[in-house]
Nanobody
Framework: QVQLVESGGGLVQPGGSVGLSCVAS????????MGWYRQAPKKQREWVATITNSGSTNYADSVKGRFTISRDSTKPTVYLQMNSLKSDDTAVYYC?????????WGQGTQVTVSS
């Protein structure tokens, strides 16, 4: 079992920045990839970014160049730095971790981009 706890987010103005953190606990040694997803009101959950154990990253086209995913394997924590935020980025952001047993999700953290 893996437990994930997200933090960060909140209300931010368009063009602003905010950072999210996700701390993993439990069977963390078996995790091989972690990522961020988001779900806007009345929309399906969508993939945002992922990072593997080797540090390889991938981003959705909608956030490429604005968001940065990183990790601290010693903690272990995964981060999402979000810059140049737009109103379309408003969503609940979820952390996800995968190991051989399956996928695990955090409880989500709200990011609202509004003036």
């Amino acid at each position: 079992q893996v437990q994930l706890v997200e933090s960060g987010g909140g209300l931010v103005q368009p063009g602003g920045s905010v950072g999210l953190s996700c701390v993993a606990s439990g069977s963390i040694s078996s995790i091989y990839v972690m990522g961020w997803y988001r779900q806007a009101p009345k929309k399906q959950r969508e993939w945002v970014a992922t990072i593997t154990n080797s540090g390889s990253t991938n981003y959705a086209d909608s956030v490429k160049g604005r968001f940065t995913i990183s990790r601290d394997s010693t903690k272990p924590t995964v981060y999402l730095q979000m810059n140049s935020l737009k109103s379309d980025d408003t969503a609940v952001y979820y952390c996800k971790a995968m190991n051989r047993a399956g996928a695990y999700w955090g409880q989500g953290t709200q990011v609202t981009v509004s003036s």
